[in-house]
């Protein structure tokens, strides 16, 4: 298969959107707790845990004695 070298490149969009979707968006980001929102967002990311490196097994110094 032939893949673009450019990364940047997306899928166009299938369809476009609406009048009433755009409508919906500007509400939807236009909204006055937005600073509310986006505290509560950051303060509830800072409580989650990394996840693990996939990369590296967690049980490799077990090897030797298995």
Same mark, same amino acid.
Request: charge should be negative.
């Given at each position: 298969?032939?893949?673009?070298?450019? /990364?940047?490149?997306?899928?166009?969009?299938?369809?476009? /959107?609406?009048? *009433?979707?755009?409508?919906?968006?500007?509400?939807?980001?236009?909204?006055?707790?937005?600073?509310?929102?986006?505290?509560?967002?950051?303060?509830?990311? !800072? !409580?989650?845990?990394?996840?693990?490196? /996939?990369?590296?097994?967690?049980?490799?110094? /077990? *090897?030797?004695?298995?």
């Amino acid at each position: 298969m032939n893949y673009p070298t450019n /990364l940047q490149v997306y899928a166009p969009s299938f369809t476009s /959107l609406e009048e *009433r979707d755009w409508k919906v968006m500007i509400e939807l980001f236009d909204r006055e707790d937005g600073d509310e929102i986006e505290s509560d967002i950051k303060s509830n990311l !800072l !409580l989650i845990t990394p996840e693990p490196c /996939l990369e590296h097994d967690p049980f490799d110094f /077990l *090897r030797e004695y298995l």
